[in-house]
């Protein structure tokens, strides 16, 4: 598989090439240049295997540049009931008949970013030894992905990690997550800002293609086609859950119908014709969780509809309703009950956008980059916002009020604490089902790591795992900075040999 930009530049790259480069030359994000298709005898076939080899099936469609038994002993040594908690990694926990919770947040760092960064922390140490080189990670996180790549990267040999964070808007708890780790190769730099500076902050030092080089910089942010693609198999192993009791018989593939399909995938074969769908709600922000999710209904995954919801940072509940995406500015970002997720420039909507207008790298250049950076906003015409229905999305917001309702709810009708973001997902989802469709609501993180709210919602602490008792008090290892790219560049330039 060859990967192309976002933005226009259509040299073809390979999947190792761009796992360490992550941001494309031309400031665009990679995707495949076609989504690979499955038909009913290949689902047919990965619904009884571990989650590991699932991973190695869907993973094997999109690299090519690493030989199959390694991949494969990859997958294996990432995904194991030590690491995740239960055999089946990701087990979904039925809420009544047609609604379900899929647990993502077993792994170390309690949220569901872990699920793809253990896998990219071995993709790494397994490419960066067979180069004999290093590289320099510099990621941004509003609280989950920080602690999931610090905890996936720590130790490995060739890596180093400078993560930036909002300073002061993350929970306790995240921040306790990350700045307690006194690791040589984990740096911490708190900015004073929001998570979308420190996002701006990794692209322009990735936009800086003479200092990218030089200091070897990569990036485990969802910009990382890998990390897109690891999250993509959590939808294929929900589906499986979803649809066990149910599955219908299976009729031997045939080829989809001439010209039902755009040259880069979708919709589904027709022998998945009379499978039965789900659908999906996603907590989103960065809209990299949901972006897989639309990778896999490319893929022909039965899927219903992608549900996007929102906090109170409703841009892209915005958008789908309206066609209008207008990102707001660090003042206009609400501080909320679900942080992570108080994100107003969503990178990966550019993915999605890319393919709904046919792939248009020049068009997606003159949205992206010169309407975004002249007016600050871009609206797409009616008939393209019509034409996303076709592409199953749907969206809705929450507020810091029906998240503390929805988790009082859940905790009292099904007997589940769930998180602030799940919570803002299980909300939107509650207003979106339809009868005869299971409905999976991605969960987000563990709701000790929004403890403050979940006593506000229910008046009692949320259950902390034993190793992570008192971790607020450790000492804290981080370096805070005003929101310049400069300063960020030179703090690189001397922790880097
Ligand atoms: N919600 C994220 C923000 C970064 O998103 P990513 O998926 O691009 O890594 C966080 O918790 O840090």
């Not at 755009?262 to 907590?283: E, H, M």
Request: proline content about 6%; overall charge negative; hydrophobic content about 40%.
């Amino acid at each position: 598989m060859k990967y192309i930009s976002t933005r226009g530049d259509k040299t073809e790259r390979r999947f190792c090439e761009i796992l360490l480069e992550g941001l494309a030359p031309d400031g665009g994000l990679y995707l495949p240049v076609t989504y690979p298709l499955v038909d009913a005898a290949t689902l047919a076939r990965w619904r009884g295997l571990p989650y590991a080899d699932l991973a190695f099936e869907i993973l094997s469609l999109y690299i090519d540049d690493i030989p199959a038994e390694d991949l494969c002993a990859i997958t294996r040594r990432t995904y194991t009931a030590e690491v995740f908690g239960t055999a089946e990694i990701t087990p979904i926990k039925v809420l009544e008949p047609g609604l379900a919770l899929e647990a993502l947040s077993n792994g170390p760092t309690l949220a569901f970013k872990d699920m793809a960064m253990q896998l990219l922390g071995q993709l790494f140490e397994y490419e960066l030894k067979r180069r004999g080189e290093t590289l320099n990670i510099l990621g941004a996180t509003s609280g989950d992905t920080g602690s999931a790549a610090e905890y996936a990267m720590r130790g490995k040999e060739g890596v180093r990690v400078f993560m930036l964070s909002p300073a002061g808007r993350m929970s306790p708890f995240q921040q306790a997550q990350m700045f307690s780790l006194q690791d040589e190769n984990i740096h911490n730099i708190a900015i004073e800002g929001v998570f979308d500076d420190c996002q701006d902050i990794v692209k322009a030092v990735s936009n800086d293609l003479a200092f990218k080089r030089q200091h070897k910089i990569g990036t485990v942010n969802s910009i990382n086609w890998a990390r897109l693609l690891a999250q993509v198999v959590y939808y294929f192993a929900g589906y499986f859950l979803a649809t066990k009791d149910g599955a219908p018989s299976l009729r031997s593939a045939s080829p989809p119908p001439e010209g039902a399909a755009p040259a880069w995938g979708g919709p589904a074969p027709a022998d998945l014709a009379d499978w039965p769908k789900v659908s999906f709600c996603v907590p989103s922000g960065n809209f990299g969780n949901v972006c897989a999710g639309h990778v896999a209904r490319m893929m022909g995954l039965p899927i219903a509809h992608l549900v996007v919801a929102t906090n109170e940072n409703d841009v892209l509940d915005e958008f789908f309703r309206s066609g209008v995406y207008r990102p707001r500015g660090s003042a206009e970002t609400h501080e909320t009950s679900s942080p992570s997720m108080d994100i107003s420039k969503a990178s990966n909507f550019e993915r999605f956008v890319f393919d709904l207008l046919g792939r248009d790298g020049a068009r997606v250049q003159a949205l992206f980059k010169t309407a975004l950076e002249s007016e600050g906003r871009f609206e797409i015409s009616a008939s393209e916002h019509a034409a996303i229905a076709g592409y199953g999305f749907q969206s809705g917001r929450s507020s810091h009020a029906d998240r503390l309702a929805t988790i009082r709810d859940c905790k009292a009708r099904y007997g589940v604490v769930i998180d602030t973001h799940t919570a803002d997902g299980l909300k939107v989802a509650q207003g979106l089902r339809e009868p005869g469709t299971t409905m999976l609501v991605l969960e987000t993180a563990l709701p000790v790591k929004f403890a403050a709210t979940i006593v506000e919602a229910l008046g009692e602490e949320p259950p902390r795992p034993a190793h992570l008792q008192g971790i607020e008090s450790l000492p804290k290892r981080v370096q805070q900075m005003p929101a310049d790219a400069a300063q960020v560049k030179r703090y690189i330039e001397r922790h880097v040999c």
